[in-house]
């Protein structure tokens, strides 16, 4: 017989995943909107301004597959595209200017992401996904 997640985990999980979700809109929707800002990093770091709108659907789309409670597998996918995402932009960063402090800002994210995925995976242990 299956073991339920407890209590805790559950709260562990779905706090995790809503403060991971929250900042990952949080930079979609500047994306979609091409916002100065985002056109500026996109520029010095020699991107097409059109991968803009796409990351930031993209970004919309993985939280809602995130925060839906079906799917596991299109979570799994969400999780990937994310962990690609979070360490592109640490590459690219570094990659064109160096290492900034500022870009340990990102540990927090990649830290939620992490415990998310983990409490996920400890949700679905012993089911097919």
């Known amino acids: 017989m299956q073991k339920l997640p407890s ?10 995943t809503g403060l991971f979700s929250l900042f990952m809109l949080t930079s979609a929707i500047p994306n979609i909107l091409k916002a100065q800002e985002w056109v500026t990093v996109f520029e010095s770091l020699g991107y097409p301004l059109y991968l803009l709108p796409f990351l930031g659907i993209a970004k919309i789309l993985g939280v809602m597959a995130l925060l839906y409670p079906r799917f596991p597998r299109l979570k799994e996918w969400a999780y990937a595209g994310f962990t690609f995402n979070l360490t592109g932009a640490i590459y690219s960063g570094i990659a064109a200017a160096g290492f900034d402090p500022q870009m340990l800002v990102l540990l927090v994210p990649i830290g939620l992401g ?8 400890k949700s679905t242990r012993g089911r097919v996904v």
């Open 7 to 16: 209590k805790r985990d559950r709260i562990i999980y779905w706090v995790c």
């Open 114 to 121: 992490i415990v998310s995925y983990v409490y996920f995976r």
